[in-house]
T-cell receptor
Framework: GENVEQHPSTLSVQEGDSAVIKCTYS??????FPWYKQELGKRPQLIIDIRSNVGEKKDQRIAVTLNKTAKHFSLHITETQPEDSAVYFC???????????FGGGTRLMVKP | DTEVTQTPKHLVMGMTNKKSLKCEQH?????MYWYKQKAKKPPELMFVYSYEKLSINESVPSRFSPECPNSSLLNLHLHALQPEDSALYLC???????????????FGQGTRLTVV
């Protein structure tokens, strides 16, 4: 089955700095890579996703890059704000089903 | 309406109790999921329903019994649970498993279950 590794497990940045979170996956059949943000006590919410036919996708301060050959993808948050503080999960799934395998999570702390 | 609604929000049950978790969505999604999330861990897939039929059971113990009465509802029946089953149980839905392209999974707010 799919295995998703995520690094770092914790990340502390100063407000306004950039944050980068990296994930690797094992199943070459995976073709959908969402990123979820989960605030304490709340549901995971999709912030951005990318499919395997695209190398990069951007939405305002958030961008995701995908390297299919190396089987890794990354989340980039620019101009971080305190409200970006949360746990971020990467995930991967194949088109055979929308079953998500999550990475271990990154606790992002943005200091004012 | 992009909501997945779960009830109850919190549940405390004894090891001999029988209880049910409920999940509802009105987005016309045909795939629904149960995930289990322990503290400081990622969600782990338990069950997948596609078009009201059980599609995936990720080797979940029989004390957890899922049910999909119709395309909008998903239940998780609990019986004889153990304290280690205490966790946040998340329901999710997406357009369907037959789509050529995967689509966003919408999560409910979860039921925080404590087994005493």
């Amino acid at each position: 089955g799919e295995n998703v590794e995520q690094h770092p497990s914790t990340l502390s940045v100063q407000e306004g700095d950039s944050a980068v979170i990296k994930c690797t996956y094992s199943d070459s059949a995976s073709n959908y890579f969402p990123w979820y943000k989960q605030e304490l006590g709340k549901r995971p919410q999709l912030i951005i996703d990318i499919r395997s036919n695209v190398g990069e996708k951007k939405d305002q301060r958030i961008a995701v890059t995908l390297n299919k050959t190396a089987k890794h993808f990354s989340l980039h948050i620019t101009e971080t704000q305190p409200e970006d503080s949360a746990v971020y999960f990467c995930a991967a799934s194949t088109h055979a089903g929308n079953m998500l395998t999550f990475g271990g999570g990154t606790r992002l702390m943005v200091k004012p | 309406d992009t909501e997945v609604t779960q009830t109850p929000k919190h549940l405390v049950m004894g090891m001999t109790n029988k209880k049910s978790l409920k999940c509802e969505q009105h987005m016309g999604h045909r795939a629904m999921y149960w995930y289990k999330q322990k503290a400081k861990k990622p969600p782990e897939l338990m069950f997948v329903y596609s078009y009201e039929k059980l599609s995936i059971n990720e080797s979940v113990p029989s004390r957890f019994s899922p049910e999909c009465p119709n395309s909008s509802l998903l239940n998780l029946h609990l019986h004889a649970l153990q304290p280690e089953d205490s966790a946040l149980y998340l329901c999710a839905s997406s357009q369907g498993l037959r789509a050529m392209m995967n689509t966003e999974a919408f999560f409910g707010q979860g039921t925080r279950l404590t087994v005493v």
